[in-house]
C-alpha cells in the first residue's frame, strides 16, 4: 500500500478545525485531527509544507517509522505544532491500518475493555445558584460526573463560567484575544463555598470536578485542595502551570483531593516526573495533541505502572475525529478513568459524521470499522476559516497572568 494523496482541510463549523486526509493507491483513506485551538494555519502550515510532501509514496501500514521519521526526523523535538501534526497524520494512519484489518479500532488496540465510557461534562454560573442549577439540570440528563465552575463575585465571567463562548462567537471573527480579569484571593475561598453549597443540592452520588486552568501557585493550590477536602470531589483539575513538575510535590504533600493534569501536554516527557513519581491521578493527554493513538497509548501504558488513570481532553475544540480516536483507546485501555466531553455544535456534527455516540452519562464507539468517524469535503467547503484566538487572563492591576 503507498500513500498516494494526503489533504489538510481548514473548516470553521462553528470553529476552527485543521483535519488530515491520506488517500492510498488501494482506495483505502484516514483521517485524522491536527487542530491547535487559536493556532490552526500553523500547524495546516507544517503539515502542507513540511510533512505532506515527505510521505507521499510511503506505506501507510508503517505506523511506527512513519511516527518516529516525522518526531526523530525533524531533529527540532516535540512542541504542540509539531506534535500536533505528527498526531494529524499518525490518527489517519491508524484509520486506514484498522479499515485495511476490516476492524473497528478498539479490536486492533487489543479489543475491549469495557462496553462504554463514562464522561463528565461542564455546568458553569455567574453565581452559585446558577452553577447549581447547570449540574441539576445535567443530572437530570443523566450525567454521573459534572464539572463545575463559577464566577468571581464583582468580576466579569471567567473560564467555564459565563454564556457559551462557541454559541457566542460561532463564526465571528476576533481580531485579538479577549482579555479576561482573574483574583486568586477571591477565588480561592469561593470554591469550597461552590462545592458545600453542590454537596447539599445533588447528594454524594454524583462525581463533582473542578478546572482552575493553570492559574495557582503550589501552596495556594495545596490550600484549596485541602480546603476541598470534605467534598469529595473527583479531581482537582490543572491548578498549576506544569512546567515545573516538582512544584506538584508540594500540592501532594499536603492534600488527599485527586489532581489531574495534562491537557497541553505533547509528549511523555512532560509528564514522566508526575506519573512516576505519583503526583497526579489522572493524566489528560488527548489523541490529537500527544501523539495520536501511537503517543497517547504510550503515554497511558506508561501511566498505568503508577496507578495512574487515563482522563482525555475532550472540550468543543478536540474535532470529533480526534474523540473518535480517544473513544476507541478509551474502550481499549485497562487504566481508563474518564473522558471529558463537552459535546458540539450542529454544524460541527453535519461536518463529521461519526459512529460514536453520547447516551446519558455515556460515550459509545460504535462499531464501524476504523475509528469510524469521516469529514464530508462538500460541507467543510462551506465553513471557511475563521481568526478567532483563545482569551487571556490579567491580574486586578493588569498583570498577565495564565489563562
Ligand atoms: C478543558 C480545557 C479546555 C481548554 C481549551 C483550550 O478542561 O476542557 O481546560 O476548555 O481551555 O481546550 O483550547
Ligand atoms: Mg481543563
Known amino acids: ?62 505506523i511506527e517509522d512513519i511516527w518516529q521519521y516525522l518526531y526523530k526526523g525533524a531533529y527540532w523535538r516535540r512542541g504542540p505544532i509539531t506534535m500536533a501534526a505528527i498526531s494529524g497524520i499518525d490518527i489517519a494512519l491508524w484509520d486506514i491500518k484498522a479499515k485495511a484489518a476490516n476492524m473497528p479500532l478498539y479490536q486492533l488496540l487489543g479489543g475491549a475493555s469495557r462496553d462504554k465510557m463514562l464522561i463528565y461534562q461542564h455546568a ?6 446558577e452553577t447549581v442549577e447547570g449540574v441539576i439540570a445535567l443530572r437530570e440528563k443523566g450525567l454521573e460526573a459534572i464539572r463545575a465552575q463559577v464566577s468571581i463575585p464583582g468580576l466579569p465571567p471567567i473560564y467555564g463560567t ?8 460561532a463564526g465571528m471573527v476576533q481580531a485579538r484575544p479577549v482579555e479576561e480579569v482573574w483574583a486568586t484571593h477571591k477565588y480561592l475561598p469561593l470554591i469550597p463555598k461552590l462545592f458545600e453549597r453542590l454537596r447539599d443540592a445533588v ?13 495557582l501557585t503550589p501552596i495556594e493550590a495545596a490550600r484549596l485542595g485541602r480546603d476541598l477536602e470534605p467534598y469529595r470531589l473527583f479531581w482537582l483539575e490543572d491548578p498549576v502551570p506544569a512546567e515545573l513538575q516538582e512544584g506538584f510535590r508540594l500540592i501532594r504533600q499536603h492534600t488527599t483531593t485527586p489532581i489531574a493534569l495534562g491537557e497541553v501536554f505533547n509528549t511523555i516527557w512532560d509528564c ?6 505519583q503526583l497526579i491521578d489522572y493524566i489528560r493527554v488527548t489523541s490529537v495533541h500527544a501523539g495520536g493513538v501511537t503517543g497517547l497509548r504510550r503515554i497511558l501504558d506508561f501511566a498505568s505502572i503508577y496507578h495512574v488513570k487515563s482522563a482525555c ?46 447516551q446519558g452519562g455515556y460515550l459509545y464507539s460504535g462499531e464501524a ?33 495564565s489563562w
Open 1 to 62: 500500500m503507498k500513500i498516494t494523496e494526503i489533504k489538510v482541510i481548514i473548516a470553521s463549523p462553528g470553529r476552527n478545525f485543521v483535519t488530515v486526509k491520506i488517500m492510498t493507491d488501494e482506495g483505502l483513506y484516514g483521517i485524522g485531527d491536527a487542530t491547535v485551538n487559536g493556532r490552526e494555519l500553523a500547524v495546516a502550515a507544517y503539515l502542507t509544507e513540511h510533512v505532506c510532501p515527505i510521505l507521499i509514496g510511503r506505506d501507510p501500514q508503517m
Open 124 to 129: 458553569g454560573g455567574l453565581t452559585i445558584e
Open 162 to 169: 459565563g454564556p457559551n463562548v462557541d454559541q457566542l462567537t
Open 203 to 215: 447528594g454524594w452520588d454524583l462525581h463533582l470536578l473542578h478546572d482552575t486552568h493553570h492559574r
Open 272 to 277: 514522566e516526573k508526575l506519573i512516576s513519581e
Open 313 to 358: 481532553h475532550g472540550p468543543m475544540d478536540i474535532s470529533p475525529v480526534a474523540m473518535g480516536a480517544n473513544v476507541h483507546v478509551d474502550r481499549w485501555v485497562p487504566n481508563f478513568g474518564i473522558q471529558e466531553f463537552s459535546g458540539y455544535l450542529e454544524a460541527t456534527h453535519e461536518m463529521f459524521p461519526h459512529s460514536w455516540y453520547q
Open 369 to 401: 470499522i476504523g475509528h469510524g468517524v469521516d469529514i464530508d469535503e462538500k460541507i467543510a467547503a462551506k465553513h471557511p476559516y475563521v481568526q478567532a484566538y483563545l482569551p487571556v487572563a490579567r491580574g486586578t492591576d493588569g498583570t498577565m497572568g
